[in-house]
């Protein structure tokens, strides 16, 4: 059965901290890799990655994949408050007509001031 | 550019009663997704329309859900009877052609 495994289940950090957030699946005929923010309601996009090696970059968040090794991080430099959420790790299989999302469990980070 | 709504967001009702879950997508995206997170669970897929077909609908618990999307544009997802069970977050999301799938704030659901 296909699984997406993320840890810590929960982080606490003071603001100024760098944290990672790690991602790992395991899915058959695997196409692409994603993560959201989800803070009151709506888990907001932040990354859609494909190709390993390549770091996808927004501001102080990055993600790189490592398809060899079936894991992917997202890594927040210089935390802030508002950057307390639970961040979601997802994957899509190739090969099929639906691009249906397998989640984890999900991270909850919370930054303290 | 309006995001993903979803109505109404947060439903109290007793087991045996039927409920109505509305999602409004994007504007143009003809992929819809239904998902939902039971306590302590992850997220996990229910069904996809595109426009108005039904392209995948594996996710589906049985057949007290039906969940349709004539014309092509908004989503229901009605659940009837409901069951102690089914309490959770229903999230909807849509997208274009790619594998981004943009979501709405969800509703909850509580089944007393």
């Known amino acids: 059965e296909d699984k997406v495994v993320q840890s810590p289940l929960s982080l606490v950090v003071h603001e100024g901290d760098t944290v990672t957030l790690n991602c790992s699946y395991e899915?058959?005929?695997?196409?692409?890799l994603l993560w959201y923010k989800q803070e009151k309601k709506a888990p907001t996009f932040l990354f859609m990655l494909?190709?390993?090696?390549i770091e996808k970059k927004s501001g102080r968040l990055s993600s790189i994949l490592d398809k060899k090794e079936l894991f992917s991080i997202l890594n927040i430099t210089a935390t802030q408050t508002g950057d307390s959420a639970v961040y979601l790790c997802?994957?899509?299989?190739?090969?099929?007509?639906?691009?249906?999302?397998?989640f984890g469990t999900g991270t909850l980070l919370a930054v303290q001031p | 550019e309006a995001g993903v709504t979803q109505f109404p967001s947060h439903s109290v009702i007793e087991k045996g009663q039927t409920v109505t879950l509305r999602c409004d997508p994007i504007?143009?995206?003809?992929?819809l997704y239904w998902y939902r997170r039971v306590m302590g669970k992850e997220i996990k897929f229910l069904l996809h329309?595109?426009?108005?077909?039904?392209?995948?609908e594996s996710g589906m618990p049985n057949n007290r859900f039906l969940a349709e999307r004539t014309g092509g544009t908004y989503s229901t997802l009605k659940v009837q009877p409901a069951e102690l069970e089914d309490s959770g977050v229903y999230f909807c999301?849509?997208?274009?052609?790619?594998?981004?799938?943009?979501f709405g704030p969800g509703t909850r659901l509580t089944v007393l």
């Open positions: 899915v058959t005929n695997f196409r692409s």
């Open positions: 504007s143009g995206h003809d992929n």
């Open positions: 329309f595109v426009k108005e077909s039904k392209q995948d």
């Open positions: 997802a994957s899509t299989r190739g090969g099929g007509a639906t691009n249906k999302l397998i």
């Open positions: 999301a849509s997208s274009p052609r790619t594998d981004t799938q943009y």
């Open positions: 494909t190709s390993s090696g």
